[in-house]
């Protein structure tokens, strides 16, 4: 059940580096919720429940932006990659530029 959940929020992860990142708004109406290790945070807004962003665990410099919470507008172009979510931990080797 909670693996479907996870598929159903549709979030979109761009990783930035922390120094490129700049939240220009609603930080006061941001919670945070981690689990398991409490490493990676994860950051809610409290009126809509919607997860911008968060902090990876494997990741700890930088910011994994949900991309369907940046204004299209500002977006020229992207290239989506696929990824085995549900078997993070098999496949996040696969993926090396977002660990490094």
């Known amino acids: 059940m909670q693996l479907f959940n996870m598929l159903k929020s549709g979030y979109l992860h761009l990783i930035v580096a922390r120094s490129k990142f700049r939240l220009l708004s609603g930080e006061d109406n941001l919670e945070t919720y981690t689990f398991d290790t ?3 945070k994860h950051l809610f807004c409290k009126t809509c429940g919607m997860k911008s962003y968060y902090i ?5 410099d930088g910011i994994s932006v949900n991309v369907r919470c940046l204004d299209p507008s500002t977006i020229k172009s992207i290239n989506i990659q696929p990824f085995d979510g549900i078997h993070w931990e098999e496949n996040i080797h696969k ?3 977002l660990v490094h």
């Open 38 to 40: 409490h490493e990676a």
């Open 56 to 60: 990876p665990r494997l990741h700890p």
């Open 95 to 97: 993926h090396k530029a």
